[in-house]
């Protein structure tokens, strides 16, 4: 079964009572969506790790970077 970065939810279309899934499987993250998540705070490790996995999968390189070195 394909990655997982948050639970699956149940939309229900109160007109037509029509009741659809919403995946939210990691490979369809966009790249740039995915570097936003791993530099958010708020972002569980597990989640991190996911992501870093599928960005590897991808063949994106991840450079670290702290935030003192980028002013030198």
């Not at 229900?12 to 995915?34: G, M, N, P």
């Amino acid at each position: 079964m394909p990655t997982k970065y948050k639970e699956s939810a149940v939309r229900v279309d109160r007109q037509t009572k029509k009741v659809s899934v919403e995946h939210f499987y990691v490979k369809q993250i966009s790249k740039d969506e995915a570097f936003k998540m791993l530099n958010d705070n708020n972002v569980k490790p597990k989640v991190k790790r996911k992501l870093r996995n599928e960005l590897i999968r991808r063949g994106i390189k991840i450079v670290y970077v702290t935030p003192n070195s980028e002013n030198t």
